[in-house]
């Protein structure tokens, strides 16, 4: 069984699919392990600690050449693939909705690409979703991120030249990414409030120290679609939640939205008009700008100055910590074909349940009830 572990091609990806740690424990495994020249030196993992752990190093034609597993942060197109085994598995984070284009050419290549970021909501699959780990530490680096444009401080200081009032940080979407947010800007010392359409979340918004802003008392209220994601809210609530989140958004230092449904656009949460409603200075970080953008006039891949507020748009922001992306991101992998791996086949063997939901294409077509749909 050969596993190959390519470079990444998409601009700007400064994310691997594998860590010598993980190749360690596939070769542990019996796999034999085929990294690209190269494949981690954006995320700090060289190519002689690859070689350590057991990987051999070559071009992209010899790391594909018969490969039966394909790793990849992003996915790559079928085209650039060519050399691995027919039926070649493609585990990474395919962008199916967005790239079908790209699915279609998996098929017709042979090729059997899982989706990593299909991986159902469901205890036994925590450890390999890398949806979670990714948005973990994107909700980290925004607030970091938030910081750095900041022109003030976050606590509050009492110093002998007076005092410096701690700033107010409003997280729109408590998801995986809004948690640690939330945790994050409670330990730079901020005064934090947060806002979701999921009622569950109220209770951890308020274990974490921060005082929760939610719409009450209007039909529709539960916002919790299937397996454990946001739906799309009612007129109604979409009217009540803008008045609601004006008014506190006017008293903001900073915000971070990270609402996000899938297979949707990201709904807009901050018009031009709130924006407007800050005060200079202010800093508004949209996580979502990538998925169309929580926040009107943010701009995928700049940080942008309206009226004096700063929107800060950047793009993979959980590749902007490489090294600790790629690690977990690689665990996730690791865990996912580990939890699989059938000795007596030598290779992992999917159940229905997981491979169902994450496989788009296999014998040649297309076979995602989600893109099929
Ligand atoms: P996500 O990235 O899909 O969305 C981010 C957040 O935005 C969500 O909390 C969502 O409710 C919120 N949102 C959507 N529309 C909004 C709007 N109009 N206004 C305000 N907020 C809005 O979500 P996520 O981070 O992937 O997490 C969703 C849930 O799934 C969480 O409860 C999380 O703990 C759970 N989860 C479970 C597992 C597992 O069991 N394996 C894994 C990961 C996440």
């Known amino acids: 069984m050969k596993i190959a572990v390519l470079k990444e091609q998409a601009a700007g990806e400064s994310r691997v699919a594998a860590t010598p740690e993980t ?21 700090s993992y060289a190519d002689g600690d690859y070689a350590a752990a057991g990987a051999r190093l070559g071009d992209r034609a010899a790391t594909l050449a018969g490969a039966e597993i394909i790793l990849g942060v992003q996915g790559p197109d079928a085209a650039s693939l060519a050399g691995a085994a027919s039926g070649a598995w493609l585990a990474a984070s395919l962008n199916p909705f967005v790239e079908r284009a790209r699915v279609d050419g998996y098929a017709a290549a042979g ?18 979703d890398i949806l979670s780990s990714q948005s973990n530490l994107a909700g980290y680096k925004a607030v970091l991120d938030a ?33 640690q947010a939330i945790a994050t800007a409670r330990r730079l010392g901020a005064q934090v409030s947060a806002t979701d359409v999921r009622s569950a979340t109220k209770e951890q918004i308020q274990s974490l120290g921060a ?14 679609g299937s397996g454990g994601y946001a739906g799309e809210m009612s007129p109604e609530y979409q009217a009540a939640q803008a008045e609601l989140v004006s008014g506190h958004i006017a008293k903001q230092d900073i915000v971070i939205t990270t609402a996000l449904i899938p297979g949707r656009p990201a709904p807009r949460l901050i018009s031009a008009a709130q924006v407007a409603s800050m005060r200079p200075g202010s800093v508004i970080v949209d996580l979502a700008v990538e998925a169309g953008g929580n926040v009107e006039g943010a701009v995928a891949g700049e940080v942008v100055t309206v009226g004096g507020v700063k929107i800060v748009g950047h793009r993979n922001v959980a590749g902007r910590l490489a090294a600790d992306a790629s690690a977990l991101f690689s665990r996730n992998l690791y865990n996912f074909l580990n939890a699989f791996w059938n000795k007596d086949a030598g290779r992992p063997v999917l159940d229905a349940e997981i491979g169902d939901a994450i496989r788009l294409t296999k014998d040649g077509r297309v076979v995602s009830a989600r893109l099929l749909g």
């Open 211 to 224: 005082k929760p802003i939610f719409v009450e008392n209007v039909a529709g209220i539960e916002g919790e």
């Open 23 to 43: 190749v360690k424990k596939f070769v542990a495994l019996g796999a034999d392990v085929a990294v690209e020249a190269g494949a981690g030196s954006a995320a």
């Open 111 to 128: 090729i059997e690409a899982l989706a990593m970021e299909f991986m159902p909501r469901i205890t036994r699959a925590q450890s390999m």
């Open 147 to 179: 910081a750095a444009e900041y022109g003030r401080a976050f606590p509050m200081m009492m110093t002998a030249a007076g005092t410096v009032s701690a700033a107010r940080v409003f997280i729109m979407g408590v998801g995986v990414a809004g948690l």
